[in-house]
């Protein structure tokens, strides 16, 4: 769900609707998506589903959309100075090879986008708007911020065990960190994460709960990267 121009924006996979007032309305023109994220300078949201973004404008017309190579899909969009970064993960293929996840930055005025900027990892959880471009979590426990390249600002303690962050099945899965699970004050980044999964990059596979505790965890950059917060 999301706030724009004065009305609220709810998007599932099916349907994208419009509450104007207490009524909501089904924007016809699009199909649906998992994630929505406003591009400030165009006025447009944008509306990531597979493996391709649309831009809507506030009649609901789609002004754009970004057509990204079938082998990934939308994961977690952040707008920053002009530009839309989209946070992708690789799917896998028929033969059960995956490729890298990617961080696409997009201008919002072609079909095409900008630039391509793989990462080391399979998934790219979330990234969200810092400073002068983005920062975002992989699966391998890397918090990494991007302004033209990749610098690492700190990583979860199963980084240093190369291991991979994924779901009790083996399958790399938003539930344990969700596509808007990060969230910045001032210079520090917040971070809800349900500490608990797998490494599948062995056999048999092992819990990594153990590593790290569940709750907000904050990256501070005169810290570093702590557990602040937990649930009793």
Same mark, same amino acid.
Request: charged letters at 20%; glycine letters at 8%; aromatic letters at 16%.
């Given at each position: 769900?999301?706030? =724009?121009?004065? !009305?609220?924006? &709810?998007?599932?996979?099916?349907?994208? +609707?419009?509450?104007? #007032? @207490?009524?909501?309305?089904?924007?016809?023109?699009?199909?649906?998506?998992?994630?929505?994220?406003?591009?400030?300078?165009?006025?447009?949201?944008?509306?990531?589903?597979?493996?391709?973004?649309?831009?809507?404008?506030?009649?609901?017309?789609?002004?754009?959309?970004?057509?990204?190579?079938?082998?990934?899909?939308?994961?977690?969009?952040? =707008?920053?100075? !002009?530009?839309? &970064?989209?946070?992708?993960?690789?799917? +896998?293929?028929?033969? #059960? @090879?995956?490729?890298?996840?990617?961080?696409?930055?997009?201008?919002?005025?072609?079909?095409?986008?900008?630039?391509?900027?793989?990462?080391?990892?399979?998934?790219?959880?979330?990234?969200?708007?810092?400073?002068?471009?983005?920062?975002?979590?992989?699966?391998?426990?890397?918090?990494?911020?991007?302004?033209?390249?990749?610098?690492?600002?700190?990583?979860?303690?199963?980084? &240093?065990?190369?291991?991979?962050?994924?779901?009790?099945?083996?399958?790399?899965?938003?539930?344990?960190?969700?596509?808007?699970?990060?969230?910045?004050?001032?210079?520090?980044?917040?971070?809800?994460?349900?500490?608990?999964?797998?490494?599948?990059?062995?056999?048999?596979?092992?819990?990594?709960?153990?590593?790290?505790?569940?709750?907000?965890?904050?990256?501070?950059?005169?810290?570093?990267?702590?557990?602040?917060?937990?649930?009793?």
């Amino acid at each position: 769900m999301i706030y =724009w121009d004065g !009305d609220v924006y &709810y998007c599932k996979s099916s349907d994208l +609707l419009k509450k104007t #007032g @207490s009524s909501w309305t089904d924007v016809t023109s699009v199909t649906g998506g998992t994630f929505m994220c406003i591009f400030e300078n165009l006025n447009y949201l944008a509306i990531g589903r597979d493996d391709e973004v649309d831009l809507i404008d506030k009649d609901g017309v789609v002004r754009q959309t970004l057509q990204l190579p079938e082998e990934y899909t939308v994961i977690s969009m952040a =707008w920053n100075n !002009d530009r839309l &970064y989209v946070a992708i993960q690789s799917r +896998l293929s028929s033969n #059960g @090879s995956q490729n890298k996840a990617a961080l696409f930055v997009w201008d919002g005025l072609s079909a095409a986008y900008n630039e391509l900027h793989p990462v080391d990892a399979y998934l790219i959880y979330s990234v969200v708007r810092y400073r002068n471009g983005v920062a975002l979590l992989t699966d391998r426990g890397e918090l990494l911020y991007f302004a033209g390249s990749f610098e690492r600002l700190d990583s979860f303690p199963l980084y &240093y065990r190369n291991q991979f962050y994924n779901g009790e099945d083996g399958n790399w899965t938003t539930n344990l960190i969700g596509p808007r699970s990060m969230s910045v004050y001032k210079d520090r980044i917040y971070i809800a994460i349900r500490g608990y999964g797998y490494n599948y990059t062995g056999n048999p596979r092992i819990s990594i709960g153990y590593l790290f505790p569940s709750g907000v965890w904050c990256f501070d950059p005169n810290v570093g990267l702590y557990h602040k917060y937990s649930l009793d």
